[in-house]
């Protein structure tokens, strides 16, 4: 059972570039989540999606998008990447009233320079 | 719109010493309340929840956390910590019905020095 995967798990970005990550679950959770997580300043909320087909700004969505591609996958996009950009995103999911809290991916640690 | 205050940020204790850490909450309506751990290097793990009754809940590793309405606080609590409790933990509140939206707590380190 893999729970949630993401991919990469590691990535170094030049300024400017663009890049998508992948977010896959196969616990048929309806919601899923993107965070980034900086020393300091615990997980703060990008995107959600709380069901498949819509999608939510959290805390800091400003540089990034986010598409809920099916039930399974959501991935989140970084059309210019910045090294204010650089941190460790986590994806997650949950079921919605669900009992067990969300669970989450392994991070993805992505380096702006 | 929800919030979450950790207001310890970083927390030193010895071993077999008492823990808590506090946590409290902003938001309006009904709310489901979780503890996260975060070992070094490691994804977040479910600790313990809240969603309605008993106000004490007991999660796993010996924690609990006591859910105040009242004080709109939801603290974490152990009797005994031990050398392995070294992470960060993490308070978060989930927005009840279909919203769903999850907000994390800024975390609070603990280092258990043996």
């Known amino acids: 059972n893999a729970g949630v995967t993401q991919t990469p798990k590691f990535q170094v970005l030049k300024t400017g570039q663009s890049m998508t990550l992948q977010c896959a679950q196969d616990m048929n959770h309806n919601s899923m989540y993107w965070y980034r997580q900086d020393p300091g300043m615990g997980l703060r909320l990008i995107y959600y999606s709380a069901s498949e087909g819509t999608t939510d700004k959290g805390e800091v969505p400003n540089g990034y998008n986010v598409s809920r591609l099916n039930k399974r996958e959501f991935s989140l996009r970084l059309e210019s990447a910045a090294p204010s950009q650089t941190s460790v995103y986590f994806c997650a999911s949950s079921e919605i009233f669900g009992s067990y809290g969300a669970f989450f991916g392994q991070g993805t640690r992505l380096t702006v320079v | 719109a929800q919030s979450v205050s950790q207001h310890n940020h970083h927390v030193i204790l010895s071993e077999a010493a008492s823990l808590e850490l506090g946590c409290n909450y902003s938001?309006?309506?009904?709310?489901?309340l979780f503890w996260y751990v975060q070992y070094p290097g490691q994804h977040l793990q479910l600790l313990l929840k809240?969603?309605?009754?008993?106000?004490l809940v007991k999660g796993i590793k010996g924690f609990e956390a006591e859910f105040i309405k009242s004080k709109f606080s939801f603290n974490l609590r152990k009797p005994s910590v031990q050398w392995s409790d070294t992470a960060e933990y993490f308070c978060?509140?989930?927005?009840?019905?279909?919203?769903?939206?999850?907000?994390f707590g800024t975390g609070t380190l603990l280092a258990v020095q043996p």
């Open positions: 938001y309006g309506g009904t709310v489901n």
């Open positions: 809240y969603f309605s009754g008993d106000p």
């Open positions: 978060a509140v989930r927005a009840g019905g279909a919203t769903n939206k999850l907000i």
